[in-house]
């Protein structure tokens, strides 16, 4: 399978700079696969496709400010982004320029509040990171205060109000990106949902290199994702179980909590609690074994987003439905609109 069998033609100015004033206020796309249906709507239209009995998963990972200015030992400048926690303030990071960016070195932040050894290099070239706070300091805090929302390449404004590349659930630190698709929902939109009998549960995947990295080969089946740690709750699994044996349909909101459930799910469909590290790939071919809908963002042309996409509700039809929405001048990408896909 060719990775340009899943590209598409996408105008330059229907890329969103910015979020709309309210989250809710996105237009969704709904696809219904078995009739093969599109239907235009609004996010806050949400609940009018849902059940009570579903259970609607979101992911609560919290993305830091995870840009971080460091100096060198001889004064030179570096950028590290923080992509993936591995426990005891160690993360796996990428530096720009790699180079400079040495094993062994002790990095400088904050104003010498911080600093990180570089512990050694990941296979996809990037660093292992071992940060330090200055006595009575805590690196969490020093992150948050002089680190930079690292938005994503092809947002050129600049974001005034980081707490827009938050969903409003986000509670688990850890994310180098956003899990988008959460974006659109408000306090007020959930409580409507729940409200009507909807389960809502909970999920974390931090997201980091794997989501976002570029397919380079010519071939799908070739691309290998990075791994992403991820963690279901005993209560969690539990809801998911539940809602299932009694009818009711499993709503994943985004990319990632797909990729968790997916991962925790036996051949039966049957999510299991735990904590562990996925690289899975859903592409064309893929048996989906515990979703049965999902709310989604739209996604760039040839990514591994819109593969799984394409897995869940088939590659014409989902590439149909993007031509409509180019023509429909859809926004797309990370503060763009939604999908639903039934």
Same mark, same amino acid.
């Not at 911080?114 to 020093?142: C, H, P």
């Not at 570029?214 to 539940?242: C, D, F, G, L, R």
């Given at each position: 399978?060719?990775?340009?069998?899943?590209?598409?033609?996408?105008?330059?100015?229907?890329?969103?700079?910015?979020?709309?004033?309210?989250?809710?206020?996105?237009?969704?796309?709904?696809? #219904?696969?078995?009739?093969?249906?599109?239907?235009?709507?609004?996010?806050?239209?949400?609940?009018?496709?849902?059940?009570?009995?579903?259970?609607?998963?979101? %992911?609560?990972?919290?993305?830091?400010?995870?840009?971080?200015?460091?100096?060198? /030992?001889?004064?030179?400048?570096?950028?590290?982004?923080?992509? #993936?926690?591995?426990?005891?303030?160690?993360?796996?990071?990428?530096?720009?320029?790699?180079?400079?960016?040495?094993?062994?070195?002790?990095?400088?932040?904050?104003?010498?509040?911080?600093?990180?050894?570089?512990?050694?290099?990941?296979?996809?070239?990037?660093?292992?990171?071992?940060?330090?706070?200055?006595?009575?300091?805590?690196?969490?805090?020093?992150?948050?205060?002089?680190?930079?929302? /690292?938005? /994503?390449?092809?947002?050129?404004?600049?974001?005034?109000?980081?707490?827009?590349?938050?969903?409003?659930?986000?509670?688990?630190?850890?994310?180098?990106?956003?899990?988008?698709?959460?974006?659109?929902?408000?306090?007020?939109?959930?409580?409507?949902?729940?409200?009507?009998?909807?389960?809502?549960?909970?999920? #974390?995947?931090?997201?980091?290199?794997?989501?976002?990295?570029?397919?380079?080969?010519?071939?799908?089946?070739?691309?290998?994702?990075?791994?992403?740690?991820?963690?279901?709750?005993?209560?969690?699994?539990?809801?998911? %179980? +539940?809602?299932?044996?009694?009818?009711?349909?499993?709503?994943?909101?985004?990319?990632?909590?797909?990729?968790?459930?997916?991962?925790?799910?036996?051949?039966?469909?049957?999510?299991?609690?735990?904590?562990?590290?996925?690289?899975?790939?859903?592409?064309?071919?893929?048996?989906?074994?515990?979703?049965?809908?999902?709310?989604? %963002?739209?996604?760039? /042309?040839? +990514?591994?987003?819109?593969?799984?996409?394409?897995?869940?509700?088939?590659?014409?039809?989902?590439?149909?439905?993007?031509?409509?929405?180019?023509?429909?001048?859809?926004?797309?990408? +990370?503060?763009?609109?939604?999908?639903?896909?039934?």
């Amino acid at each position: 399978m060719r990775v340009d069998d899943f590209d598409y033609g996408l105008p330059e100015e229907l890329i969103a700079q910015v979020p709309l004033t309210a989250r809710d206020a996105s237009r969704l796309m709904v696809l #219904t696969r078995s009739e093969h249906l599109v239907e235009h709507r609004h996010f806050r239209d949400l609940p009018e496709y849902l059940r009570p009995g579903d259970v609607l998963v979101l %992911n609560d990972t919290r993305v830091i400010p995870a840009r971080l200015a460091a100096t060198r /030992p001889t004064g030179g400048k570096v950028e590290i982004l923080l992509l #993936t926690p591995r426990g005891g303030d160690v993360w796996e990071c990428l530096a720009r320029p790699g180079r400079r960016a040495q094993v062994g070195q002790t990095l400088t932040f904050a104003g010498g509040r911080m600093t990180g050894l570089v512990l050694g290099k990941t296979e996809y070239g990037g660093r292992v990171v071992q940060l330090s706070a200055a006595a009575g300091l805590d690196v969490d805090s020093l992150v948050d205060a002089v680190g930079e929302m /690292p938005v /994503p390449h092809y947002i050129k404004s600049r974001l005034d109000q980081p707490e827009r590349y938050q969903t409003v659930y986000a509670r688990e630190r850890g994310s180098a990106a956003a899990p988008t698709a959460g974006l659109h929902f408000t306090p007020d939109l959930l409580g409507q949902i729940e409200g009507a009998g909807v389960v809502i549960a909970r999920v #974390t995947l931090h997201v980091g290199l794997g989501t976002f990295r570029p397919v380079k080969t010519e071939q799908v089946e070739e691309h290998v994702m990075h791994s992403e740690h991820y963690e279901v709750s005993a209560e969690t699994a539990e809801a998911i %179980n +539940s809602a299932r044996a009694a009818g009711g349909r499993v709503v994943a909101v985004g990319t990632t909590t797909v990729r968790t459930l997916e991962s925790s799910a036996d051949a039966d469909g049957r999510v299991a609690p735990g904590a562990g590290w996925t690289s899975i790939f859903i592409y064309p071919g893929y048996v989906f074994r515990a979703v049965d809908a999902m709310v989604t %963002n739209l996604h760039l /042309p040839k +990514s591994t987003l819109i593969m799984m996409v394409s897995a869940f509700a088939g590659r014409e039809f989902v590439l149909d439905a993007y031509r409509h929405a180019v023509e429909e001048k859809y926004r797309f990408f +990370s503060f763009g609109d939604a999908m639903l896909i039934l």
